[in-house]
């Protein structure tokens, strides 16, 4: 069992989601595949942004923490997505092997410039034996580094 350090100092925010994307995907076989609801889908030809004219080019499946896991250790977050894909490898492999972006995505913003994201060793071998990429959307939080 992972200690949680929740007020994560070095961490100002935080959350994971598992992405799917692809021009000819279509979310609800993602759904079905998995068998999993996503916290949030885009379809080809949807809107970018409410008030503009330009449309989605590609599909997205995505399985998000952000409104599930509140908490500034990503430990967090992993175990979250990790306990709903952790056996999903094979699906997930499947789905790369359709020529699809499959990955794992954590998005962390730095509240003291330094420090980082930690990971259990039992986190890193479950996300590796899931077989796709994971990487990391870093940002330095200005805010928090003004008010240190």
Known sequence: MTDYIHDYPPCSYTHVW???????????????????????IVRVGDRVHEKSTR???????????????????????????????????PQLRALAARGYLVDICCKWDSAAGNGGPTFAPAQLSALGNLGIEVWFDIYFDKEAWDAS
């Open 55 to 89: 449309t989605r080019t590609n599909a997205v499946w995505l399985l998000e923490s952000s409104d599930a896991v509140e908490s500034r250790d990503s430990r967090a977050h992993f175990d979250w997505l990790l306990d709903r894909v952790g056996d999903k490898g």
């Open 18 to 40: 598992l992405r799917v994307l692809h021009e000819a995907l279509d979310p609800d076989d993602v759904t079905q595949l998995l068998g999993l609801q996503p916290t949030r």
